[in-house]
């Protein structure tokens, strides 16, 4: 089996097939093989299958085909297809999926392919890391959990604290649906080519119920987006521009009622100060 961590393995391939990366498609592929162990290893595990996102040349597809009882890789990128015929090949547990992952039908793949609890795997591209995500978490799809490969700076996004820089909406909208967990950190020298940043490998686990129940979920999510719209107003001053909660006075003695100041800043409230908080909305509007 080939070495689909080692350098001059990839440059290999990359001449026999006339391979280039696309810039365009986010392409850099992980050569740390204790990474790749830790990926395949979480993700594989107390499921019997797996879904992987963007298998790259096939190095950490080839580690969940050893380890879960099917994979199925999905990709865009046709120009793959000839490198991981090769480099998948001897493994009658792996099933590509050519096709964008932002179009696909998850739920018709893991009916067609899976008769068990599935997770998913991935190195995503940065520049379409959160909409991949909250595809998969916002898709009662019924995965039991995500391990991707995301910067590092979006991982500290997602499993951010009220009160921080890296705290906001996005933040609530994972940890509302997954409990997440920073499993390790990965350089930006570990790839090829090196991405400009750092990168963070991050375990969500989907929760059974979420950590909150609004009366309106709806309601819950719009104040969170209205309130994260512009970051350095007030929260009373940012749901009074969003339109749509009511009056200056009366969003103000809402965020009063859950014993808040009225000058304070959406960053500093908790998820269940949102929840309280859209629970008002929701019974006055």
């Known amino acids: 089996m080939l070495d689909l961590t080692n350098i001059e393995v990839i440059k290999y391939l990359c001449n026999k097939y006339g391979f280039k990366f696309s810039k365009d498609m986010g392409q850099n592929f992980l050569t740390d093989s204790e990474v790749i162990d830790a990926i395949s290893a979480t993700a594989a595990e107390g499921v ?95 995965f039991k959990k995500i391990v991707i490969m995301v910067q590092k700076e979006v991982a500290e996004r997602f499993c951010a604290t009220p009160g921080g820089k890296e705290y906001g909406a996005v933040t609530l909208g994972v940890q509302y649906r997954a409990d997440a967990r920073v499993i390790c ?73 859950i014993g808040k100041d009225a000058n304070i800043r959406g960053e500093k409230l908790s998820m269940e100060d949102f929840c309280a908080l859209a629970d008002i909305f929701s019974e006055s509007l």
């Not at 001897?90 to 009916?111: R, V, Y």
């Not at 059974?208 to 129940?213: A, C, H, L, S, Y």
């Not at 609004?214 to 969003?242: G, H, Y």
């Open 48 to 142: 019997s299958g797996v879904i992987e996102i963007g298998p790259g040349f096939g190095c950490l597809t080839a580690a969940l085909g050893q380890r879960a009882k099917k994979v199925v890789s999905i990709e865009l990128d046709k120009r793959l297809e000839k490198v991981l015929n090769e480099t998948l090949m001897g493994f009658d547990n792996i099933k590509l999926h050519w096709e964008d992952c932002m179009k696909a039908d998850i739920k018709k793949i893991i009916e067609e392919n899976f008769d068990g609890q599935v997770s998913v795997a991935a190195n995503l591209p940065y520049y379409i890391t959160t909409p991949i995500v909250m595809k998969l978490l916002e898709g009662d799809y019924g």
């Open 185 to 257: 950190e990965v350089g930006k020298e570990k790839f090829v080519p090196s991405p400009k940043v750092d990168s963070a490998v991050i375990e969500m686990t989907i929760r059974e119920t979420p950590p909150v129940m609004p009366k309106d979920e709806k309601m819950f999510f719009r104040v969170i987006k209205a309130a994260f719209a512009q970051r350095r107003k007030t929260l009373v001053n940012s749901l009074c521009n969003a339109g749509c909660f009511g009056s200056k006075e009366s969003i103000t003695a809402a965020v009063e009622k």
